[in-house]
């Protein structure tokens, strides 16, 4: 083993990975497909202490590697004794892994990795910010959350680091959590703390010696409290998260400052999550932070349906899926190399060539074996760098990870029916068809596509604004600085009067009907050309700086360059000594314009969510109160018949299709990978 006191950085790993074949001992990772650049270096993502790469293994399966760029000297223990602990808990949230103390193998030693399950999933801020309408999908995740912590807790583990970061959403709907590198286990209490867990969620009287059951109380509460606030007022993600902030809606700042939870204090609807906040930051000693337990708060469903409506359509149920062709598959055809005929041509001539001289170089060794040696290293010097060069290489690539991704698909589908969890992309079977609507949408839901069409509108609007704000600030910024540049110009051109000018062509004569219309000196010419004047005669054109146009009679061609020369050049000389920045204090105020445009935009845009939300929950009210008043109602007047309706499709039979879906695309994929069979390199020399 190699000494601990040096650890590869990620470029060493990526150069090693470079060769699947050699580098790692796992059976399942040897002669993988190491996700590259597109410079084709293997990709890393790169975070502390460690870095992670997508490795596609021979078994089709693909595995997230974690590569460690420092030493731990009770790493093993503690991914052992995490382990013992998960075994037995055999739950969704779980991401299966296998510590491996002799990995993989770089610069001739042996270091320890972290083999994976690979989940196709998203992070719960970008989850988040595609998700804010979708009070009913925040409520379910919220919901996990909770299961997620209290499973934790009966099970004596604390991850130590719950954070946004660590926890995903996958493909099928499903909270997921990573890292569990900073985990406290019982049996790990005399090996310590491993990490402090990220500021921003973590309370402030946390230190190195505090490990125990009780590590992820204060970050449970922050985390599951931003959630309630979310699905209450999904505006208040625009008002208090910034672009690139490492928190939901609240940071170790927002604590010490109190201003955003003064903002709030005087909104009833907020005062329960709220104070559990304040409990929890306000607690002497973090044996003081409540245990997290939820039941003290409204739950993410009496949120939903405590104004007497029903809960919001869920983010995992919006849509279906984009439909999958059925029915027999095309066949596809081979694919062949398309380039680099004449590269290969070459190699082979050269290879022969050096074929034909081995004869020589037994009879003549000191003129065969050079000719055998030059003409076989100058034939691979070219073929494997014009065989890499090829699209088709490229596209075998993105193939087989096509084929990857649907594999996951199909993965994905089978744990739906298995679970008889819904499809993230699918909406619910609707009741009824209503009359004028299309099939499948409910009347509530028509109305509340055409109540909050124009929020909708509104809100694209003021998002695509948010975009192009910053492109509006350095586009003031260049025009301010021109501004100062050409008012520094002008300043300089002043003094350089016309008449004082000895200039080739310009007369007196000219010189005074310049001065009649205002050209006095430099500073007073835009620009000078030729222009049209009465018959087929050209005379002198000037432009002053106002965009006024003046024909010059008597300047002719030879007066026009001269006086066009002159002024170039003096423009020349004056942007040299011309300001190459903005004064400080003209950016600060263009600075501070566009961030009040953009506190603005946003106000407008968390006004637009919370207008919404208000609009659809509104319109659920009325339709569920309208359906109360039917059933009291009862028989007093005849209904028409009901339209007859189709019969709705199960859950089930739902899940059944969309695997045979998954498994139709997977094997479209595999026969799209096997028409790259022939992309090898002897076939690409013998051509």
């Known amino acids: 083993m190699a000494s601990p006191k040096k650890y590869p950085s990620s470029s060493d790993y990526a ?14 990772l040897r002669g993988g497909d190491v996700q590259t650049t597109p410079l084709g270096m293997p990709r890393a993502i790169s975070g ?26 009770d790493q093993q223990v503690r991914y052992e004794a995490v382990s013992a602990g998960l075994a037995d808990l055999n739950t969704s949230w779980q991401i299966g892994f296998d510590y491996q103390q002799s990995g993989i193998l770089v610069r001739g030693s042996w270091y320890p990795i972290l083999k994976m399950e690979w989940i196709e999933a998203s992070g719960l801020i970008p989850w988040l910010e595609r998700n804010l309408e979708q009070s009913g999908a925040i409520a379910d995740l919220a919901l996990d959350f909770a299961d997620m912590v209290n499973d934790l807790q009966d099970a004596g583990l604390a991850h130590g680091d719950l954070q946004h970061g660590n926890l995903i959403v996958d493909r099928a709907g499903r909270l997921r959590l990573i890292d569990y590198d900073g985990m406290f286990s019982k049996s790990l209490i005399e090996h310590g703390a491993a990490e402090m867990g990220h500021i921003n969620y973590q309370s402030p009287l946390r230190t190195m010696n505090d490990y125990d ?14 959630l309630l606030l979310l699905i209450e007022d999904p505006g208040l993600w625009t008002e208090f998260h910034a672009e690139g902030e490492e928190k939901l809606l609240f940071g170790r700042e927002d ?13 009833p609807q907020f005062s329960t999550a709220l104070a559990a906040l304040e409990t929890c930051w306000s607690a002497r000693a973090l044996s003081f932070v409540p245990e997290f337990e939820p039941a003290g708060l409204p739950s993410p469903d009496e949120i939903l349906t405590g104004g007497g409506y029903d809960p919001l359509p869920s983010a995992r149920t919006v849509q279906d899926p984009p439909a999958i062709p059925t029915g027999r598959p095309q066949q596809v055809r081979p694919v062949t190399f398309s380039g680099g005929l004449g590269s290969s041509r070459l190699c082979l001539a050269l290879a022969v060539l050096g074929l034909l001289a081995m004869p020589v170089a037994v009879l003549l ?4 074996i050079p000719v055998v040696a030059l003409s076989l290293l100058a034939a691979v010097a070219i073929a494997v760098p014009a065989y890499r060069a090829q699209p088709e290489l490229a596209d075998r690539q993105r193939a087989a990870y096509a084929l990857q991704s649907a594999r996951e698909e199909r993965f994905a589908a089978a744990e739906r029916l298995r679970t008889g969890r819904p499809s993230p992309h699918r909406a619910p079977p609707a009741a009824a068809t209503p009359a004028g609507g299309t099939p499948g949408a409910s009347r509530e839901q028509i109305e509340i596509e055409r109540v909050t069409a124009q929020a909708q509108e509104e809100k694209a609007q003021v998002t695509q604004a948010l975009a192009e704000l910053q492109q509006t600030e350095a586009g003031r910024l260049r025009e301010a600085l021109e501004a100062v540049q050409e008012a520094h110009v002008v300043q300089q051109l002043k003094p350089l009067v016309i008449t004082r000018s000895i200039l080739w062509g310009i007369h007196p004569r000219i010189t005074r009907h310049m001065a009649q219309v205002g050209i006095v000196t430099a500073a007073d010419i835009g620009s000078v050309t030729v222009g049209p004047a009465a018959g087929k005669r050209k005379v002198g054109l000037i432009v002053d700086r106002r965009g006024q146009r003046y024909l010059i009679d008597g300047l002719d061609g030879a007066g026009v360059q001269a006086l066009k ?5 003096e423009v020349n000389k004056a942007m040299k000594t011309a300001p190459s920045t903005l004064p400080p204090e003209d950016v600060e105020a263009i600075r501070k314009a566009a961030e009040q445009e953009r506190q603005q935009l946003k106000a407008q845009q968390a006004q637009l969510l919370r207008r919404i939300s208000i609009e659809t929950r509104a319109i659920k009210k009325r339709q569920q109160a309208e359906q109360l008043r039917m059933r009291h109602a009862g028989g007093g007047a005849r209904r028409p018949p009901a339209p007859p309706r189709q019969p709705e499709k199960t859950a089930r039979q739902i899940a059944q299709e969309e695997l045979e879906a998954a498994e139709q695309a997977e094997r479209r994929a595999a026969q799209v990978l096997d028409s790259y069979s022939g992309i090898r390199l002897d076939r690409f020399l013998l051509r």
């Not at 590590?215 to 409290?225: E, K, P, Q």
């Not at 020369?565 to 050049?569: E, L, M, P, S, V």
């Open 48 to 73: 502390n202490f460690a870095s992670v790469f997508s490795v596609v293994g021979g078994n089709g399966k693909r595995y997230a590697v974690k590569c460690f760029t420092r030493h731990v000297p």
């Open 565 to 569: 020369a002159w002024h170039r050049g």
């Open 15 to 28: 150069e090693a990975l470079q060769n699947t074949g050699s580098c790692f001992r796992d059976k399942d």
């Open 213 to 226: 059951d009780k590590l992820d109380d204060f970050s449970a509460w922050l985390i599951y409290v931003s």
């Open 365 to 368: 060794p000191v003129v065969g």
């Open 255 to 267: 604590f010490e400052d109190r201003q955003v939870l003064s903002a709030l204090a005087g909104m």
